[in-house]
């Protein structure tokens, strides 16, 4: 598991469908057999070594005769698919009213298609495995519920070049990521902008950055390097991140701009 608080939930929930499965006199075979799953599922269930999805709770619940027990796990699960930072970070992005985010060498995650981010995941290394994978893709696609949110925050992406042209996954994966991102840059609350490569100054070469303006009137800052994450909100900190921010948008190209380029280049692939 990703961390000790996830394991803690599996473990319970593992050890409720055990004991409910043998209160009911059912083997882990037969259990797996009248939901739909095999033996080795429902033991990895049991020993917090899968995590169970809503139908396989359900299934459980209702077999069972758990009157509702089992499947009220379901929240408390689906948490659990994700690692704590991205719970944390998911959160922020829940209370925020704006958000800003300069990305410099990958797509920033509330903007990748599924097929994108599956890539990003499968090429790490050291290698993960498909279970993780899947984890994290889930996580991932999970944090862009934010967009269909009422009220949904302002936002605004700035994007280096770069990270429209590598064909992360393939062309035809670019192309539908490309198409995704005119999409979104549509939407009459979203901004995306471009950062031409060709640019001689440039105030974001210190890396990637997030702001999150919160509901209370608060603004954090989050990075990320390599597989290190942080929050920052120390008042003095976060000016300087807005201030960089601001810089960066506007020596990037403008919002109209930059849906002209991009669709440019999808027309070049």
Do not use: C
């Amino acid at each position: 598991m990703e961390d000790e608080e996830s394991g803690a939930v599996l473990r319970t929930v593992g050890r409720q469908i055990k004991l409910w499965r043998e209160a009911a006199g059912l083997k882990q075979a037969e259990l797996g057999t009248a939901i739909g799953y095999g033996e080795e599922q429902v033991s990895a269930v049991e020993r917090a070594r899968r995590i169970p999805s809503p139908e396989f709770l359900e299934n459980a619940d209702r077999v069972l005769g758990a009157s509702g027990k089992i499947a009220a796990m379901k929240k408390d699960v689906a948490e659990a698919r994700y690692p704590k930072t991205v719970r944390d970070l998911a959160k922020l992005e829940s209370e925020a009213v704006e958000l800003g985010a300069y990305g410099n060498h990958n797509m920033d995650g509330l903007l990748q298609t599924e097929e994108h981010t599956r890539a990003l995941f499968t090429m790490r290394r050291p290698l993960l495995s498909d279970d993780v994978i899947e984890q994290r893709v889930a996580a991932r696609m999970a944090r862009q519920e934010i967009f269909t949110s009422q009220p949904a925050p302002i936002f605004s992406f700035v994007q280096e070049e770069v990270t429209l042209r590598r064909p992360i996954g393939g062309k035809m994966v670019q192309r539908r990521q490309l198409e995704h991102l005119l999409e979104l840059g549509r939407l009459r609350n979203v901004e995306i902008q471009v950062m031409p490569t060709e640019r001689d100054d440039h105030a974001g070469m210190g890396g990637q950055l997030q702001l999150l303006k919160l509901k209370g009137g608060t603004t954090v800052g989050h990075v990320e390097v390599q597989r290190f994450t942080r929050l920052i909100s120390d008042p003095r900190e976060v000016q300087t991140l807005e201030i960089q921010y601001g810089i960066i948008r506007a020596q990037a190209l403008t919002p109209r701009e930059s849906l002209a380029f991009i669709e440019k280049l999808r027309g070049e692939i």
